[in-house]
């Protein structure tokens, strides 16, 4: 079986398939190992020898007009990534459930713990909800899906013999350049669009000041690192952007890299950003390893493109699903603070998973 990343960006119609046709992807131990680098990237929350940064050799890369006509090209192919995944186990109809309620308030109460004694001053807590399915899972049915209801978002559809079948639909850039203009975001703070908002861009949300807070220690964070090895930095916002059915907080920073082989080292230093893990950064990232119930894996990480068609776009995998073993594993998190309330917190992450389950329970197209 072949690897491959099958990707669309943001607001665009087009979609990019590429494939490695012989071989494995190459494991990387190191983020700066990407350096001077060029492939598909699909990185770790944490690397380890059974989770490791993989990089996609580009060996095929074609380009579709749009994400409905992709489909029909790929099926022909009867390449066995592309075709759908069966259950290995006998057929039947299991509804959604969730990683144990009790659980993430065993989690919330050991991490918010620590924001009280002030240990942190953010941390990010996740979760990972699971749901069998019957007979068969359509990964292409799937990306197709996603691209449909999600314009806004990066979607992309990845398999390595490595990680398996991973599918991300995510708002959130960690690093990208066209035509040498670089720029990275702090996204940060959550709310839940309804009624008559759904119709809009959120523009009538009133934030509070946790939200702002969050999205503030965020973009301070990552104003840092970009001091280390760009220049001409220039940060606008923060403005309130949509994605699916949420508005999250973003500010944006354009800059000029200093070398533009380094970015591998430059993504060293973003990843993984408060958004994700929290403040202290080094502190935060062990206890999260430590005292979180579920393992990450590729949640909350980073993929995309690097360096290719003169082009990178590595976006931070939120809103992602990982197909396994006959199952979906959809995974969430939300950042915390002193005082968050774990219901809010709960329902947070529930909103979040609505942009994965929305791709599982419609018909197929």
């Not at 099958?6 to 190992?33: A, F, K, M």
């Not at 990972?128 to 992309?156: G, H, T, V, W």
């Amino acid at each position: 079986m072949t690897a491959f990343a099958l990707y669309r960006l943001p607001h665009q119609q087009e979609v990019t398939l590429v494939e490695q046709t012989t071989g494995d992807p190459l494991e990387i131990t190191s983020l700066q190992n990407l350096n001077g680098r060029q492939g598909f990237v699909l990185a770790p929350f944490q690397t380890t020898a059974d989770c490791p940064v993989l990089l996609i050799r580009p060996d095929r890369v074609q380009t579709f007009k749009n994400y409905a006509l992709s489909i029909v090209p790929l099926l022909s192919e009867k390449s066995a990534p592309f075709l759908p995944v069966k259950c290995p186990f006998s057929p039947s109809k299991v509804p959604l459930f969730s990683e144990g309620r009790a659980d993430y308030a065993t989690d919330f109460a050991c991490f918010h713990q620590q924001l009280r004694e002030g240990n942190f001053r953010k941390i990010v807590l996740s979760r990972c909800a699971e749901q069998l399915f019957d007979d068969e899972a359509d990964p292409l049915q799937l990306f197709a899906r996603a691209c449909e209801y999600y314009p806004r978002l990066f979607i992309s559809l990845v398999y390595t013999p490595q990680s398996g079948y991973w599918l991300t639909a995510t708002p959130e850039v960690l690093l990208e350049c066209k035509d040498g203009l670089w720029h990275t975001m702090a996204l940060a703070g959550t709310m839940k669009l309804e009624g008559d908002d759904l119709n809009g861009e959120g523009e009538h949300v009133q934030w509070s000041d946790k939200n702002i807070q969050e999205q503030r220690y965020v973009a301070s964070y990552i104003m840092d690192c970009l001091h280390h090895l760009t220049t001409d930095i220039r940060e606008e916002g923060p403005r309130t952007v949509r994605a699916a059915n949420l508005v999250h907080l973003r500010s944006d920073f354009t800059f000029t890299l200093l070398d533009s082989a380094r970015v591998g080292s430059l993504v060293q230093l973003l990843h993984p950003t408060p958004a994700v893990c929290g403040l202290p950064k080094d502190e935060t990232y062990r206890f999260i390893l430590e005292h979180e119930h579920t393992p990450r894996q590729y949640y909350s990480g980073f993929m995309g493109p690097l360096d290719l068609q003169s082009s990178t776009h590595l976006y931070v995998t939120l809103r992602c699903m990982q197909i396994v073993d006959g199952k979906y594993r959809l995974y969430a998190g939300g950042g915390l603070l002193k005082d968050s309330i774990e219901e809010q917190e709960w329902q947070e992450t529930e909103a979040k998973l609505e942009t994965m389950r929305q791709c599982i329970v419609t018909k197929k197209m």
